[in-house]
């Protein structure tokens, strides 16, 4: 059954197909293998591989059988009943990155057949894998880590040489400041304390050493050191707590690691690399060093893989079938790690988070344009809607609310508007969580510690802006209605002219300022929000484990906001506001290091604005007297001087949109 579809999403094609039986297949493997074990090479194996005592064969003799085995592969699948699957992928466009997962787990024979010498694979920018038909995402409750964290076991080394394999590691480390923890010929205790114990968890396991799969039962083994040997039985729990905390790449770079994966599968843990057969110490060390230099450098791990799979071409003069050892296997349930995913970005970290998020407001208000322009007519002439009336900003949030429909609620409106926009339990939560997610040591010692500042405060909602639609040359302006405080708000988009005519005035008197916030009751149509920072954000940090069940429905939910443009909609003064907490911010840029700076105000009171927003200008010269300005809460008075390094977004999409806009 072939199943395609995108990364991380429902499989869009289905279709069957089959495979005859091939009794000559099976045949050119063994003489293939034959070959391949009687080549008299330095392997990662402590036991005889078998054949290897019966004589030696020549690279020659090696090349000869691995044809005739890719000979009769290609036969068997260009087979007619197989056909209409191979065209389907034929069509898939060549520049995309393919993956495919073959799913079998009763024939050992498929797994390790030379998969990527298919035709297929070799016409397209494409990676083979192999998994269990049975799967699941495991249980996870991930940290938050600033860091590559690897456990690195370096077995029995008898030999071979291990030693290379951790000169690489350690320049990994050095390189892209992955934390890596050497555990250097450990007894079982060492092993099972760090896998256990060790509650911050790991990203990648990787051993290096000899390795065997049982002849009979097929079971796998590595040798952790001169006289002791594991399986992933004898880990079994001690894994379960590390995929939970976590792990999410096992690579054992050791041979016949096939053994190892049947037993991997049933912890449902995400990938994992071996060797198929028994491995020449070289060619290990070689995958290794190309697969941490294309992996760390941005490639994906299939595309990683593919690379350093064909680098091992260059030394198949002298080790043949070199390419056929390395191998993915994937759970299919879990989308493919990459090395971006384990190092939360230092530089322009700050800028990228508001870049998002004004992304989608100013997205926001080109759809809204358009609409209006196209159904200002329709909803001019139309009868008086049924209006829904809400009573607070939690019903807004919790009730079945949809787009074009028309709600009216009392509360606070302010020229500050929400930047983190979303159901208040569910930022709170997202607070919580992410605090949670943090060990306090990491966080303490963290180079990183200006990202996560950031985060608590994007997280904490509390955080306002005030855009200059003067600046941003569009026809509305981006409004907060709120309760009590900044989380508990609903984004309100205001028809420019009916903000003008009707809506400033109430926040002047006799040309001074009053208020940033006065008590409303606003009568508005429901429009769509066009991006998710919530959702985006969880699934970034990982911190979905810390999210309480019953608010995660919550994440997935169609974003609304209230559009007034005066047009069966209204906003009526109801007097001054009471109160408003809030932050005001800015953030600057120093180097390569983004500083955020936020203070807590009062924002209904005018006064305490000023104040605080003085106190916030000292404070940001303070911590960075030359910082570069990447953009502040307010765009209309612009408290600290100087170029907005974010300016030039938005100037990029507000010159996509059409001169007749």
């Known amino acids: ?116 010498l298919w035709d297929i694979i070799q016409s397209h920018n494409a990676e083979i894998a192999i998994s269990s038909p049975n799967y699941q995402i495991p249980e996870r409750i991930q940290r938050i880590r600033f860091k590559p964290r690897i456990l690195a076991i370096l077995g029995n080394s008898e030999g071979i040489k291990v030693d290379v ?65 594991l399986s992933i039985s004898d880990l079994k729990e001690d894994l379960k707590t590390a995929i939970k905390r976590g792990l999410r790449l096992a690579i054992f770079n050791s041979c016949e690691g096939l053994g190892l994966v049947k037993e991997l599968e049933s912890l449902h843990i995400p990938q994992v690399i071996v060797m198929k057969e028994p491995v020449p110490d070289e060619v290990a060390q070689e995958f290794l060093k190309y697969f941490l230099n294309y992996f760390a450098n941005g490639e994906s791990l299939y595309s990683a893989v593919r690379k350093a799979r064909e680098k091992l071409q260059e030394i198949e003069n002298l080790l043949p079938s070199a390419t056929w050892l390395p191998v993915i296997c994937q759970n299919p349930a879990e989308v493919p790690l990459t090395w971006q995913e384990l190092t939360p970005p230092k530089v322009d970290y700050v800028s990228k988070i508001i870049e998002y998020l004004l992304l989608g407001i100013f997205s926001l208000g080109e759809l809204l344009e358009a609409e209006v322009g196209d159904n200002q007519e329709n909803i001019s002439n139309s009868q008086q809607p049924d209006v829904i009336e809400l009573t607070n900003v939690g019903d807004f949030w919790t009730r079945n609310l949809s787009k074009g429909q028309w709600v009216s609620i009392t509360g606070a409106l302010s020229q500050y508007a929400p930047m983190f926009i979303g159901p208040p339990m569910l930022k709170r939560e997202v607070l919580r969580g992410y605090r949670r997610a943090i060990p306090k040591e990491d966080y303490e010692n963290s180079y990183n510690q200006t990202a996560v500042d950031a985060n608590i405060a994007f997280t904490a909602a509390q955080m306002v802006l005030r855009l200059n639609p003067e600046e941003t040359q569009s026809d509305w302006v981006y409004m907060g209605f709120y309760h009590s405080i900044v989380r508990n708000s609903i984004p309100v988009f205001v028809a420019k002219k009916y903000y003008t005519n009707v809506v400033e005035p109430l926040f002047e008197k006799d040309g001074n300022r009053i208020a940033y916030v006065v008590e409303a009751k606003i009568t508005g149509r429901l429009i769509p929000f066009p991006s998710n920072y919530i959702k985006e954000f969880i699934e970034k940090n990982n911190i979905k484990s810390y999210i309480k069940p019953e608010l995660l429905s919550d994440v997935d939910k169609e974003i609304l906001a209230i559009f007034v443009d005066g047009i069966h909609t209204k906003i009526e003064y109801l007097g ?64 600290i001087p100087g170029y907005q390094t974010v300016n030039s977004m938005i100037e990029r999409f507000t010159k996509r949109r059409p001169p007749d806009a």
């Open 165 to 229: 394999d951790k000169k690489l590691l350690e320049q990994l480390g050095k390189e892209k400041n992955a934390e890596i923890v050497y555990l250097l010929e450990p007894n079982r205790k060492q092993i099972y304390e760090a896998l256990w114990k060790d509650d911050k968890g790991w990203d990648i396991l990787f051993f290096a050493g000899h390795g065997a799969s049982h002849i009979h039962n097929g079971e796998g083994r590595i040798y952790i050191n001169k006289n002791d040997s």
């Open 576 to 639: 001054t506001a009471r109160y408003l907490d809030g932050d005001i911010w800015v953030a600057l840029k120093s180097g390569v290091e983004e500083i955020f700076v936020s203070r807590f105000i009062n924002l209904s009171d005018v006064e305490d604005v000023r104040q605080q927003s003085q106190a916030l200008q000292s404070e940001a010269r303070e911590f960075s007297p030359d910082g570069e300005l990447v953009y502040q809460f307010d765009q209309v008075e612009k408290l």
């Open 1 to 116: 059954m072939l199943r395609l579809g995108e990364a991380g999403k429902a499989p869009s094609v289905g279709h069957t197909g089959k495979l005859p039986p091939d009794t000559q297949l099976p045949e050119f493997y063994k003489l293939w293998r034959s070959k391949y074990s009687q080549l008299g090479k330095r392997l990662r194996a402590l036991r005889n591989v078998e054949d290897q005592s019966g004589g030696f064969s020549s690279v020659k003799d090696c090349d000869q059988a691995s044809q005739s085995l890719a000979s009769s592969f290609n036969q068997w699948l260009n087979s007619e009943d197989f056909l209409p699957l191979k065209k389907i992928l034929e069509q898939v466009d060549s520049s995309e990155e393919l993956r495919i997962v073959i799913q079998n787990n009763e024939v050992d024979l498929l797994r390790k057949l030379p998969w990527h």
